[in-house]
């Protein structure tokens, strides 16, 4: 006879029977890489990059306070980041510490967890990357404009020229600057709390 004992795990700040992994979708370019988190309704999030490439995402969703949560390792050094958060989705804007295209999202090589996507979206081919550069090519991420690059729930699709822009979508974002990262590698690295108002 087994006998098989669920052990709680440990998810963020919170001690739960399991913790749940958002859709987590990613493109690149040779200087930035885009990581867009789909939870709506996001609440307390926290967001802790290093600049080694240690990405944590911990967040809760829902009526119930869900906790969700992302632990992954990028493929290589970042410098600094960008967030913007939205009611359906969160996303980031990395910069990437050498101005190269990665092979892949994550350092371990083999097959990525099931909740790591291609955003097909903003994804570009390296030898296209001159060609549909939407990004300033300075990269002053001073005055980033998130709206510009299509990164919410699909508005602006399709609609005819001359159609009134409907400003009362559920889409409002809010552009969160993140503390810098501290290049320090004895040090724990940037951590940032991502509150809505």
Do not use: W
């Given at each position: 006879m087994s006998v098989f004992m669920l052990m709680p795990d440990r998810c963020g700040d919170f001690v739960y029977d399991t913790c749940r992994h958002p859709t987590v979708k990613w493109a690149q370019r040779s200087d930035v890489v885009f990581i867009t988190i789909e939870l709506p309704d996001a609440q307390d999030v926290k967001?802790?990059?290093?600049?080694?490439?240690?990405f944590y995402f911990s967040a809760t969703?829902?009526?119930?306070?869900?906790?969700?949560?992302v632990d992954i390792d990028l493929h290589d050094k970042v410098d600094e980041s960008k967030a913007s958060l939205g009611k359906r989705n969160i996303c980031y804007l990395i910069k990437?510490?050498?101005n190269k295209w990665w092979s892949r999202l994550l350092k371990q090589e083999g097959k990525p967890p099931v909740f790591l996507k291609v955003d097909w979206d903003k994804w570009v081919d390296e030898d296209e990357e001159d060609e549909d550069n939407k990004l300033a090519p300075d990269m002053d991420f001073g005055d980033f404009d998130f709206s510009k690059l299509n990164m919410g729930g699909g508005e602006g699709f399709g609609g005819a020229?001359?159609?009134?822009?409907?400003?009362?979508?559920?889409?409002?974002?809010?552009?969160?600057e993140l503390p810098p990262l501290n290049k320090d590698a004895s040090?724990?690295?940037?951590?940032a709390e991502i509150k809505k108002d």
């Open positions: 967001l802790k990059l290093e600049p080694e490439g240690k969703s829902g009526a119930d306070k869900i906790p969700y949560e990437k510490a050498e020229e001359g159609e009134d822009d409907d400003d009362s979508s559920d889409t409002e974002e809010e552009n969160v040090s724990a690295g940037g951590e």
